[in-house]
């Protein structure tokens, strides 16, 4: 289940969050430094840590840590699902706010009426919104394009 599974990520893998909370997964992107404040931050908030940084698993730290040894993005997230066995459920996809992490909520097509695009409040009917951030998400081609790129490029065949 996705809920079992929280990670921290450095800076640098910063792409790899993202697409990480697409798929539904809670992941922080830890802005600072890598290093002992990040690991604080992952064994207080049970996070798994994701690191391309060589000197982090020789650190005192008794949580999970993995190194991930991809430079590409398809790389990477190909790795963190095989190294956790992660679960691609289409119903907990597109949950998360894709800049900030948080759980998105559903809003009625009124509440956005003049918070999105003319076009887009015309054709689509389901809208999602982060209540940390307030960015709107709806179904549109952007969710059809990262379902492609998982199927090309991600997911085993």
Not at 4 to 17: I, N, P, Q, R, Y
């Amino acid at each position: 289940m996705v809920d079992d599974f929280k990670f921290v990520t450095d800076a640098a893998l910063g792409k790899l969050a993202k697409w990480l909370r697409l798929l539904g997964y809670d992941t922080v992107v830890f802005s600072k430094q890598a290093g002992r404040e990040m690991l604080r931050l992952a064994d207080a908030e049970r996070r798994i840590v994701l690191t391309r940084r060589k000197d982090m698993p020789e650190r005192q730290f008794s949580g999970r840590l993995y190194l991930v040894e991809g430079i590409e993005v398809t790389h990477q997230l190909k790795e963190v699902i095989r190294k956790y066995s992660l679960k691609i459920n289409k119903q907990e996809m597109f949950n998360r706010c894709l800049k900030c992490n948080e759980k998105l909520i559903s809003v009625t097509r009124e509440e956005v009426r003049n918070l999105v695009p003319p076009f887009v409040f015309e054709n689509s009917s389901a809208y999602n919104k982060c209540l940390n951030c307030c960015k709107i998400y709806w179904t549109g081609t952007h969710q059809r394009n990262a379902l492609q790129y998982l199927k090309q490029n991600v997911l085993p065949q």
